[in-house]
């Protein structure tokens, strides 16, 4: 199981991953958006929130366009790159409440970080 | 800083629901179902219910069906509160049945979804050709499938609000132009002598005019009262079989539809309201068909790009272009859409589609019934927001209900030659075994790879739980 200090860094890692990216930071502009990341195991509530091309970690719950539900290790997983979001999704053990353009946005955003 | 911090008290629409800015109401709810469901083919799948079950029946036969669709309702109303994901089929299927199987039916859903749109491209060329004579009807089919692949990649959407109207409005215009009707001269044809086999076919072939109603269910996510969705599901359901229960009443009457052309609409809008009325049902037919060419595009596209990515798929359907949209997927859509409907409109043999359609609609609420069994099972003690009356009862009766009437819609006539082949469940006997062994074979090979993943040293992907 994934804590939550654990997941901080894993979040932080990949927001700084993001953020050095030549190309999502122009991607993402206009594509202003609160994450909110939910452990249904462990219990803990993370957030991102995606703003003027730049991503950053918030502290806490916030009112979100969309909010990821899952398995701490899952969620942890998909944030360093080791599992697409897409088949944890198509087997139901990520829940992504959004609408389908935001949920395929994020989807190729992680993809973009880590590389195929 | 900890950023990720102890979950706070979930709130009374279910976990994660109250965060969300988006979300959709009771009314779009009720709104998405029904015009998901409303096509241009059920106008003639109208006319086949009624070589089925002639004169009273065919409208007997549509309230019959869509009553028995609230079996369905009931079983995708417990489904999407246990596991309301936009994956919807995939995951229930999957977490009940078990990945070949759900691998085999996605795909061969997917292929309703591309009858439909065929179907849909034949009703609108055959009226747009009585309108304007002077256009070939391929000409209707290639220019308004372009639009849709043109806007869908694009990533044009419509809004909500747009969407809503759009579905009210023909409702309400179909339903208005069938109480006009009611007043016109007509002769209804007499029941038949052996009316229990006739009313049983067409409440097989009923389905069809329900089909798609349950495709509003992966939005259980975003609904705000997602408790409320059987609700939802049902008040459409009911439109439906109003709106066209009442159109084949009048349609069984009129001379003008006796006559067996394949615009029955128009012929129903012109007796009914003269020019205006004619006019009126054209544009039902236009805008309906332009609905289901979007929506099924859209629809479909996502859940190729899902498979593609999760490598269930070639990955060439799992990428995205310019503006964030699956484009081979919909290329492929698009090609498949133009080949199948140009087909159906040069050979004129639609009948198969609709037999298939509701053939595989029925076959949907078996495997609906019997994932809501397997679910019940395997993950007795998952939350939900709503659980289907009865127990057992109302999934078992969907399972042997839309059993029997699949079977009923399967071996329904098709207007082929040698008409003592059932032709449809050969067609789907086939697609299902060629979906089966593609679907054996690429789960061999995901397994085969993963294997390959761990000897490399990778570490391996966190699996679902297996509650």
Not at chain 2, 84 to 91: E, Q, T
């Amino acid at each position: 199981m994934t804590s939550a200090d654990q997941m901080t860094a894993v979040l932080q890692d990949f927001t700084d991953q993001f953020n050095r990216s030549p190309e999502l930071p122009k991607m993402t502009q206009g594509w202003d958006r609160t994450i909110v990341i939910r452990a249904r195991d462990a219990g803990w509530v993370a957030a991102l929130r995606v703003e003027g091309g730049r991503v950053r970690v918030l502290a806490g719950e916030a009112p979100a366009e969309i909010a990821l539900e899952g398995p701490s290790d899952t969620l942890a997983a998909i944030f360093r790159g080791e599992l697409s979001p897409t088949e944890p999704y198509m087997d139901g053990t990520l829940v992504v409440r959004s609408t389908e353009a935001d949920m395929m946005k994020l989807d190729i955003f992680t993809l973009m970080v880590w590389g195929e | 800083m900890a950023a990720a911090t102890p979950e706070p008290q979930q709130d009374a629409h279910g976990p994660g629901s109250g965060m969300l800015r988006r979300i959709l109401g009771f009314r779009t709810i009720v709104s998405t179902s029904a015009g998901l469901a409303f096509a241009a083919v059920n106008f003639l799948a109208v006319l086949q219910i009624r070589a089925q079950a002639p004169g009273l029946l065919a409208p007997l036969a549509i309230l019959a069906a869509g009553v028995l669709c609230l079996l369905a309702v009931a079983v995708f109303g417990e489904l999407s509160a246990t596991l309301p994901s936009a994956a919807g089929i995939r995951v229930w299927t999957l977490r009940g049945l078990g990945d070949p199987f759900s691998l085999t039916f996605t795909l061969l859903y997917l292929g309703t979804v591309l009858a439909v749109i065929a179907a849909d491209g034949f009703v609108l060329a055959a009226a747009l050709h009585v309108a304007v004579p002077g256009v070939p009807g391929p000409a209707w089919i290639l220019l308004f499938l372009t639009v849709a692949l043109v806007s869908n990649l694009r990533g044009i959407q419509m809004a909500g609000l747009i969407q809503d109207l759009t579905t009210y409005v023909l409702l309400a215009a179909l339903i208005a132009v069938g109480v006009a009707a009611v007043a016109v001269p007509g002769h209804m044809p007499p029941t038949p002598a052996a009316w229990p086999a006739g009313l049983f076919g067409g409440i097989a072939l009923g389905v069809f005019v329900f089909m798609g109603f349950e495709w509003v269910t992966p939005l259980a996510e975003e609904a705000r009262h997602p408790a409320r969705m059987p609700q939802g599901l049902a008040l459409a359901v009911l439109a439906l079989a109003v709106a066209f229960g009442l159109f084949a009443l009048v349609a069984g009457r009129l001379p003008a539809v006796a006559g067996g052309g394949l615009a029955p609409q128009l012929a129903v809008g012109h007796a009914a309201l003269g020019a205006i009325g004619f006019w009126v049902m054209l544009g039902v037919t236009v805008v309906t068909a332009g609905t289901t060419f979007n929506g099924g595009f859209v629809a479909a596209s996502r859940l190729l790009y899902a498979l593609g990515r999760s490598n269930y798929l070639p990955a060439g359907l799992g990428r995205l272009n310019g503006r964030f949209v699956p484009g081979n997927a919909l290329w492929l859509l698009y090609g498949v859409s133009v080949a199948l409907t140009l087909l159906v409109f040069a050979t004129g043999r639609y009948l198969i589609l609709i037999n298939a359609g509701a053939t595989l609609e029925s076959a949907m609420y078996v495997v609906a019934g019997l994932a809501l069994l397997g679910l019940r099972r395997r993950m007795p003690d998952a939350p939900r927001t709503w659980r289907a009356p009865l127990g057992r009862v109302v999934p078992l009766a969907c399972v042997v209900v839309f059993g029997a009437l699949g079977l009923g819609a399967a071996t329904a006539a098709d207007g082929l030659p040698w008409p003592g082949v059932p032709w449809t469940l050969v067609l789907l006997a086939v697609l299902a075994l060629v979906a089966w062994w593609y679907a054996v074979r690429r789960l061999r090979r995901r397994a085969q790879q993963s294997r390959g993943r761990r000897e490399a040293g990778i570490r391996p992907a966190p699996r679902a739980a297996s509650d």
